[in-house]
């Protein structure tokens, strides 16, 4: 069975520090794909990254980045100099080959001015 | 490209009316349509698969008769909330695959319903 679990419920830094969202996963699968999504208060869900699992290469997207490591089962997110914008529930999601995807419990991060 | 919308973006009925949430892909075509459900600062969960002229697939512990998907065309597919009581309030996230994509697969989410059964 596939689980991914984000164990920090809720996060609160203040502005331009930097911040790293835990995510942890479980699969049997050799084959799968990693994702995480931002839920502003509006409530669509913003696509951020996906990785599959033969990619283990670090990947930085401005302020974002990410650090994903099969030893540990672990795909973490780590935003560089935060920003009040930045303020929203932050997902991981994990998905098989069939598209089966299943979230974690959700990170809400709150950036203080 | 890859929109997918969804309608309407909120909805209040009564307990014990039906509700129609449609989600449609507007610029590509997609086989297969997933249907999430999300209480107030909780996860997303999966309710069911929809496949495009066939029966969805649904998650355990979710009543068919309850929330009736219906997939009819390659760009639309319905969730209907029957019957709804105030425990079925709750923000409905659609999503949907594109059907040329052949991996790796992508969802593409629409922006939500949030349902309120009064």
């Known amino acids: 069975a596939q689980k991914v679990t984000q164990a920090q419920t809720e996060i609160s830094v203040v502005e331009k520090e930097d911040v790293t969202l835990d995510c942890v996963y479980e699969t049997r699968d050799t084959t799968y794909y990693l994702f995480w999504y931002k839920q502003p208060p509006s409530g669509e869900l913003v696509f951020l990254i996906r990785r599959n699992s033969f990619d283990e290469q670090n990947e930085i997207s401005g302020r974002y980045s990410w650090n994903f490591q099969k030893s540990t089962s672990s795909f973490n997110f780590t935003i560089t100099a935060s920003q009040v914008v930045d303020s929203a529930v932050y997902f991981c999601a994990l998905s098989d080959l069939n598209n089966d995807m299943r979230f974690g419990a959700g990170t809400r991060l709150t950036v203080k001015p | 490209g890859a929109v997918v919308s969804q309608h309407p973006s909120r909805v209040i009925c009564k307990s014990g009316t039906s509700v129609k949430i449609e989600c449609r892909s507007l610029?590509?075509?997609?086989?297969?349509m997933f249907w999430y459900r999300q209480f107030p600062k909780k996860s997303l969960m999966l309710m069911a698969t929809s496949n495009e002229g066939s029966k969805a697939t649904y998650e355990q512990g979710v009543e068919k008769d309850k929330f009736l998907i219906n997939h009819a065309s390659l760009t639309l597919s319905t969730l209907t909330v029957t019957s709804a009581h105030p425990e079925d309030s709750s923000f409905y996230i659609c999503?949907?695959?594109?059907?040329?994509?052949?991996?790796?697969?992508?969802?593409?989410f629409g922006p939500g319903t949030r349902l309120t059964v009064t």
């Open positions: 610029d590509f075509q997609a086989t297969t």
């Open positions: 999503s949907a695959r594109r059907t040329r994509d052949r991996g790796p697969y992508e969802q593409y």
